[in-house]
């Protein structure tokens, strides 16, 4: 019987262009390590700290291996030192040599595409055994949102699954699966015929990856590449990416347990300690909103403007002015942003009430204009002091207005009343941690916990999924893509076909 129905070829990338930390991602040699607890077949490796312990460990397996740089982020293997050294992966024939190459490693920042622009510390390294390896198979299980279920990905050839899907979109392949059934025969059989592999050996691998992707919620598990031996033909996991949902923490404690902060950005860490959400991004119009669904609506609806968001921040349902002060603090913490948008909708926390609070903290922000709407209970009293208030804010009832405005501001040179000084005095009396200052961030930077090398399938589907290069996001967000007429967007409407899907509900955007 044919199985061609199970494919659906994929036709597009998942961009992680913006996500909220709303994943744990964890580095290689921990996500090997649990993999190998449930019994999936992983390369012998050992985590070092020092070059004596690479040598150590080299000495162990005959000095061949493969020096790995824990970092959570991609691209490894093309990176860079800050002293210069090239590689963050490396074959190495000795211990004599595994020595010298980690001592090159170990203390330094590894720059890479998915790296913010100061890199990240290696203070550790995944001394692993070299293989022979005679085929190389990328191979994924993550959530479809779409479709409300996991679905497993794979294609011919581990590296940059990107540019395959682009080249030849029938070349990486997707199979729904349900969580009761898993991995069943039927998509092991298919699977094999395409891809040519043993089945016992196929087998031995889905059916517990899928139990470790079930059992510990996982939202990616990626194996890249998963090899095949020359010497055995066993099919091995060389290379994990995994990614846990973080409405599981209390559930998965042990796992989260392993959360290593040092990957991360002290801005977002900053953010966390006051319940807010910060995620950077390439832009330089500061955007302060209530909720993950807004918050993305408001960045897509900027970009369809032809603006550009410097942030994703979400401050829940807090709305005092301690909580103002502070979110205008970190998302003045970044030199780019000259404008600050604020689009929050007041349900239970009345508008006038937020009103209240964005006065008292805008006052604390001279020479930085911020653009108000507000949509809720009490909005049009709340609009009326904002537009009272004497201070450069700007109140704007509806959406796309809103959005035109910020992104009107944040073109102009200089803002209406305000200097260069008095942008710069701004910052420099927003009392912000000065650690969290920064200048330019790669886009790619942002928490997307999707690899980056994770590939969709529906080209007018955007998947915002923390990646990550250091940590997380456990509940992707899906939005489909945007008409091109602005005149869509009005209110909470950005089109029609505009959805959210946050921890499981689904509504309007």
Request: hydrophobic letters at 35%.
């Amino acid at each position: 019987m044919p199985r061609a129905s199970l494919w659906h070829p994929s036709k597009a990338l998942i961009k992680s262009t913006l996500g909220q930390r709303r994943c744990l991602s964890i580095h290689e040699y921990q996500a090997q390590h649990l993999l190998a607890q449930y019994q999936v077949p992983v390369p012998r490796g050992w985590l070092a700290t020092t070059p004596a312990e690479v040598a150590q460990y080299l000495d162990e397996i005959g000095g061949r291996g493969v020096i790995k740089s824990q970092v959570l982020a991609g691209g490894r293997g093309l990176g860079s030192f800050g002293n210069g050294f090239k590689g963050g992966v490396r074959v190495v024939a000795s211990s004599d040599e595994g020595r010298d190459i980690s001592s090159k490693m170990l203390g330094q920042r590894l720059f890479t595409k998915q790296t913010p622009p100061e890199g990240l510390p290696v203070d550790k390294v995944y001394v692993v055994e070299q293989l022979n390896i005679t085929h190389e198979f990328y191979l994924a299980i993550t959530t479809d949102r779409s479709n409300g279920c996991p679905v497993l990905i794979m294609s011919q050839g581990g590296g940059g699954v990107e540019e395959l899907a682009a080249k030849d979109p029938n070349a990486v392949f997707k199979v729904p699966l349900q969580y009761s059934a898993g991995v069943t025969e039927e998509t092991t059989h298919a699977l094999c015929d395409r891809f040519a592999l043993d089945r016992g050996q196929l087998t031995a691998i889905l059916q517990p990856l899928f139990t470790f992707f079930k059992e510990c919620d996982a939202t990616l598990v990626e194996i890249n590449p998963l090899i095949r031996e020359s010497d055995s033909g066993r099919l091995i996991c060389a290379d994990s990416k995994v990614s846990i949902d973080n409405a599981a923490s209390g559930r998965q404690s042990q796992i989260f347990s392993l959360r290593d902060k040092s990957q991360e950005m002290a801005v977002e860490l900053e953010a966390e300690k006051h319940g807010l959400v910060y995620i950077q991004l390439e832009g330089n119009i500061g955007c302060l909103v209530n909720g993950a669904g807004l918050a993305m609506a408001t960045n897509d609806a900027v970009a369809t403007y032809g603006g550009s968001c410097a942030n994703f921040l979400d401050g829940g349902g807090q709305a005092t002015k301690e909580t103002m002060v502070k979110a205008f603090e970190l998302i003045l913490s970044d030199n780019r942003v000259n404008t600050i948008l604020v689009n929050i909708f007041g349900g239970i926390t009345r508008c006038d009430m937020i009103a209240e609070s964005i006065i008292a903290a805008a006052q604390n922000f001279h020479g930085i204009p911020i653009v108000v709407r507000l949509q809720g209970t009490n909005s049009a009293e709340g609009q009326k002091m904002i537009a009272e208030s004497g201070l450069q804010l700007f109140a704007e009832d509806e959406f796309g207005s809103a959005v035109k405005k910020a992104i009107e501001l944040a073109g102009s040179s200089l803002h209406p009343g305000a200097s260069t000084s008095n942008a710069t005095a701004a910052r420099a009396g927003s009392n912000g941690p000065s650690n969290l200052r920064s200048t330019t961030v790669n886009q790619q930077s942002a928490r997307t916990c999707s690899s980056s090398s994770l590939q969709h399938l529906n080209q007018k589907t955007l998947y915002a999924q923390s990646n990550s290069r250091r940590g997380m996001a456990t509940t992707t967000a899906r939005y489909a893509s945007q008409s091109s007429n602005p005149s869509t967007i009005s209110n909470l409407n950005i089109g029609q076909d505009t959805k959210v899907i946050y921890q499981g509900f689904t509504g309007k955007a």
